[in-house]
């Protein structure tokens, strides 16, 4: 079975479709139709490059510069990361980048080798899209969680200094926002396993039916992949928390505030 | 209680030990000499000392923004002075000694955080933590310490976010006395407590034996009863 490609002139054709939520945001003055259309341009421009890039990374596939392009995807999901939680790039960026290295990097090895068993677990095939997929939901995890743990700690700075002062040390004192911020990081990546396939077909599913694959295939292909997600979201988040705190807290174990860049 | 003569002749025989990391065991509880404090370009605490000697009850008082709250952050090692040094126990604090110098002190904030759950469950919270694993017993006292400090029996089932700052204060001088630490700093202990209450909390406090207590507070009742009041300028 063969996809049927989609022809330019109807897919532009098809961004018509977006003037009915704009007039929709327009009607009701929504305030955010500039950063909707910034949004689209956007997307347009990073797909068009990315698709003209993956064309060239598909062709030579090679090892090498696939692993490249996978670091390119880390530290865009990096920056992206410390951006998205208000806090100092220079500071976080370096343990958050090996947090997300390590925690994407286990089950994308796991899911390219002993479960799909690889000639290549480089493949460009496998790799970039699976690995995108896990970064993908690893991002806005660690949005969620690492925002959540530090703001919490600023917001409940004397609820906090109490615990250092009974005696908590600095893993024991952390410990409560530490699980606060995993549950509200992971709580939406639970509800969407729990709902897989009853409220959405979710992305990879619909590629693989639309590639021209049996739906079963392509359910074994989601369920792989919806453990390779939440797996990876659980490590990169509890990664993130922990190797960020070495920098996040001063030696007597008090919040640094001056790793927030609006402290407002 | 008033001073002693032991403390009195204490006071004159200070010994002078600037740069060392240790001062005589036992010869105070907490020492602060020359502390300087500021936030940004405002001056908080300008070249100030205080010694409090074992057993000793002291009282710091000082107008509003003198920073008797700051201090009792940097003894505490919430904040770092910008010039100076603390002893705690004649160990001076610095981020390598303060988290076990922290292990050494009671802390009463003015407006305690309790944050979720029950006050029961809030008070026995600090025995899961590794220092505290073996006074976990205490954890039979909060009864009758409760009672001893004004509060029902009932209060302790209640969810800790629906008690008054009165009670929310005794619940953390109950949780501060049941870690058995020989250092209590509270930070206006009686502000939020009716006259009766106040009046019970200061005799309780007043008479902890073995306990230093560096109380922060305008309760003139709370200051009669101490061995000294020191003034913050």
Known sequence: MQTIDIKIIRLAAYYGLLLIPLSILLWFKVPIIGKTIMAVVRMTAQLLFVGLYLQVVFSLNNPWL?????????????????????LNTKRFVFPLFCAIVFGSAIPLLIFVGPLL??????????????GGMILGNCLRADIIGVKDFYESIKKDEKRYMLTLSQGADLHEAILPYLR???????????????TIGLVALPGMMTGVILGGADPMMAIKYQIAIMIAIFSGTAITVVLAILMTARTGFDPYGMLDLEIFTDQT | MKASP????????RQKSASADTLPPGHTAIKVKNIGLRFGEKIVIKDFSLTLFPGEKVVLTGDSGSGKSS???????????DCGEIFINGTRLTPESVWNLRQTIAYVPQEPDTGPGTLEQWLARPFSFR????????IEKIPGLARRLGLLPDILKTDSCRLSGG??????LLSALLLERKILIADEPTSALDCGSAKKITQFITDL?????????????LAKKADRVVNIP
């Open chain 2, 131 to 138: 220092i505290n694993r073996n006074i976990r017993s205490n």
């Open chain 2, 6 to 13: 032991e403390i009195n002749q204490r006071k004159t025989t």
């Open chain 2, 71 to 81: 201090l009792i952050r940097c003894i505490m090692g919430f904040c770092a002075p």
């Open chain 2, 167 to 172: 009670e929310k204060q005794r619940a953390a």
């Open chain 2, 209 to 221: 034996p073995g306990v230093s207590c560096l109380l922060v507070s305008h309760d003139s009742k």
């Open chain 1, 117 to 130: 068993d690889l000639p290549n677990l480089m493949d460009a095939r496998y790799v970039i899209p699976i």
């Open chain 1, 66 to 86: 696939n692993l490249c392009w996978l670091m390119v995807m880390v530290a865009v999901a990096d920056f992206s990361i410390t951006r998205g939680c208000g």
């Open chain 1, 180 to 194: 606060d911020a995993c549950r509200a990081a992971l709580l939406p990546t639970i509800a969407t396993i729990a």
